[in-house]
């Protein structure tokens, strides 16, 4: 069985820099209620069925980038009080969703986004609340200046911009409709929480187009059901909303009704002997970000 170590070109190593510097502070600075049980515990689960998995399907042993970002990405954003058991099982689901929710090859979820979704379904934990965030202006300016460049590399510029625009004319709008205080519709954009949503969930190039009018149609139908779902009073909206708008695109891919879904960058690297894995290129394509 072959050993792959990622390139130095690989994104997802400054992915996981990013976001060890986040939980970092959330430990050290921030005073993050999650406990250091439930990160490592977290981590660890990630990581090892991350490896366990990739070496079943594809009989070789990756260093598991894709599982340490998923298990750091929940140790940010899932709080489920002293309990470790979610953690563990939101692992399970974040990884298992790329090898078993899939279709000719492709899984449709961004997978740490996946399994947020069904813990918050099953009332098993929820995100962790603004107010850990210090207010938001320290995780904002780490985010745009690390998330940018994440961005930049991996081609997704056209999704945060359109998104980002979205989203301030669906506020605005809710706003004038009386649904909500500007301020308020506004303000959860300083918030980390939009901000790891945005610049490293969301943007996931694995699920998300190539082109920039899909990447345009894609960050619509995420905002529009976010405002959807705002307006209903369902909580934690913008996990919810990516989570139905992947289940919908599986659905028009299970009903032939979406042709271009399955070359989302499927571009992969060769490895020792001749076989290939969709890890990272050059160009900066990579197989996940949370």
């Not at 598991?64 to 058991?85: C, T």
């Not at 740490?112 to 813990?119: D, K, S």
């Not at 669906?170 to 409709?177: C, E, G, H, N, Y």
């Not at 920039?212 to 913008?238: E, H, I, M, W, Y």
Request: net charge positive; aromatic share 10%; hydrophobic share 50%.
């Amino acid at each position: 069985m072959i050993l792959v170590f990622p390139t130095r070109r690989d994104p997802r190593l400054y992915m996981a820099a990013c976001l060890c510097l986040f939980v970092i502070l959330s430990q050290l600075y921030l005073g993050f209620s999650q406990t250091r049980e439930q990160l490592i515990a977290g981590v660890l689960a990630c990581c090892v069925f991350d490896l366990l998995l990739t070496a079943a399907s594809t009989r070789v042993l990756s260093i598991p980038l894709s599982g340490l970002i998923s298990g750091l990405s929940l140790g940010l954003l899932l709080d489920s009080g002293a309990r470790v058991l979610p953690f563990v099982l939101a692992a399970m689901l974040a990884i298992g969703s790329k090898y078993i929710v899939k279709f000719r090859g492709k899984h449709f979820f961004n997978p740490t986004n996946f399994a947020l979704a069904l813990i918050l379904m099953a009332r098993l934990g929820t995100i962790t609340p603004g107010y850990q965030w210090g207010g938001g202006t320290t995780a904002l300016w780490i985010a745009l200046s690390m998330g940018g460049l994440i961005l930049y590399r991996v081609r997704r510029m056209p999704l945060l911009g359109s998104f980002i625009g979205l989203f301030v004319i669906s506020a605005i709008t809710r706003a004038a409709l009386g649904r909500e205080p500007l301020t308020l519709a506004l303000g959860v954009m300083t918030g980390a929480p939009f901000q790891l949503f945005t610049f490293f969930m969301l943007t996931d190039p694995r699920t998300t187009p190539n082109t920039k009018r899909g990447q345009v149609l894609f960050s619509a139908a995420v905002v529009l059901t976010d405002c959807v779902l705002r307006v209903l009073r369902v909580p934690n909206t913008l996990f919810m909303s990516l989570f139905f708008v992947d289940a919908l695109i599986l659905l028009m891919a299970l009903l032939g009704l979406s042709y271009d879904v399955f070359v989302w960058n499927t571009a992969s690297v060769s490895i020792g002997n001749g076989k290939s894995l969709g890890i990272a290129t050059a160009k900066g394509n990579s197989e996940q970000t949370i």
